[in-house]
């Protein structure tokens, strides 16, 4: 285990809408570590901002498909 340099987020998870997960941490250490309950995936930086924009895309996405679900 490396040094942590920053905890870029960390949030319990552990509600009525997200039953069977309890935490959710991203740090900033030699490599970016997203902790998922007890998995955790290493990604460098650029491998990290990389996939937040696949994220974003496909929030955005998500977004207009319900909202074009709602107009139905």
Not at 44 to 65: D, H, I, P, S, Y
């Amino acid at each position: 285990m490396g040094h942590v340099f920053n905890i870029l987020t960390q949030r319990d998870l552990n509600t009525r809408d997200w039953p069977y997960i309890d935490r959710l941490i991203i740090e900033d250490c030699e490599t970016i570590h997203v902790h998922l309950n007890n998995m955790r995936m290493e990604f460098t930086r650029g491998q990290f901002l990389e996939l937040v924009e696949v994220f974003k895309t496909a929030a955005e996405n998500l977004r207009k498909m319900m909202s074009e679900d709602d107009n139905a």
